[in-house]
């Protein structure tokens, strides 16, 4: 059943991915005072929580428990940080703040002679400090950046991060990912719907982030894919998703990260100091302990 606001929604707004539209409580903040313009910022920020209209939200149950599911398979990769890796890829601000958590926690490796997480950004280092948005539509370069930097990791847990889900960068990697599931484990991370992902195909290619997305909802079902995608509402500058969905993205991938580690060495912990770990079940479901 349609919600209460697309029934009253014009075809045109269904449409339009949620990243690019207006926010209602920013209409007038160019003629309103400096104070009028801190409140409307913080009222558009506070939709990162409490949510937008009647989409799921980050703390929505729904994308807490995806998150969940992306954090546990975090944990089975920190099993072997020798042979496995995680890579978080991006354009623009996105790439930066991939660099930006991937450096954060690689310092949280005990005795890693190597990185354990990776990052990539459309147009290479030097976009980190100058904009390359050019970079943002190479199916080519996407893939070639994806192969070099995970060429010698056995399995890999990529992380593709697209706010608007509409960069071709990002969807060339996660197509990659989907054509060699026995290698990569692909994750989705944007803000809007995956039925408004970009429709135009990707150049040099013969499908459309659409097409990416529906692969990834059919592999989701099997366990070898995750979509995250909370909508966190319009920027409070229509398309500026560096803002709203930025902050988003820094929070959910600090946290599902942080939580993998405090999981996986709070267990080793335990472990090794003599402790055990005891598990109960009844009847048949006592038997998966063995």
Known sequence: MASSWQQ?????????????????????IDTSSP???????????AQIFTGWRDWEGILDDGVLNTADRVTNAVIQFLEDTNNNAVVLSGC???????????????????????????????????????????EEDSWSNGVHSLEKITEKAKKVLFIGITCGLSAPFVAAQLDHCLK????????????????????????????????????????????????????VGP?????????KSGSATKMLLEA???????RYYRQRKILSSGGHVYYLGVNTVGILAL
């Open 8 to 28: 009253l929604a014009s075809p045109s707004e269904q449409d339009e991915p949620i990243t690019e539209r207006s926010n209602d409580i920013t209409e007038n």
């Open 35 to 45: 104070l009028g313009i801190v409140r409307q910022l913080r009222q558009v920020d």
């Open 92 to 134: 623009g601000t996105s790439g930066r703040l991939a660099f930006v958590i991937a450096k954060t926690f690689n310092r949280l490796i005990c005795q890693q002679a190597k990185p354990f997480y990776h990052y990539i950004i459309s147009g290479g280092d030097k976009t980190l400090l100058k904009s390359g948005e050019s």
């Open 180 to 231: 060699h599931p026995d290698k990569y484990t692909p994750v989705l991370l944007g803000f809007n719907l995956p039925s408004m992902a970009r429709t135009t195909k990707v150049q040099g290619s013969d499908f459309s982030f659409k097409d990416v997305v529906d692969n990834l909802l059919e592999q989701e079902t099997k366990g070898r894919a995750f979509l995250l995608t909370p909508i």
């Open 235 to 243: 920027e409070a500058i229509a398309g500026s998703t560096r803002l």
């Open 256 to 262: 599902i990260l942080m939580r993998a580690h405090q």
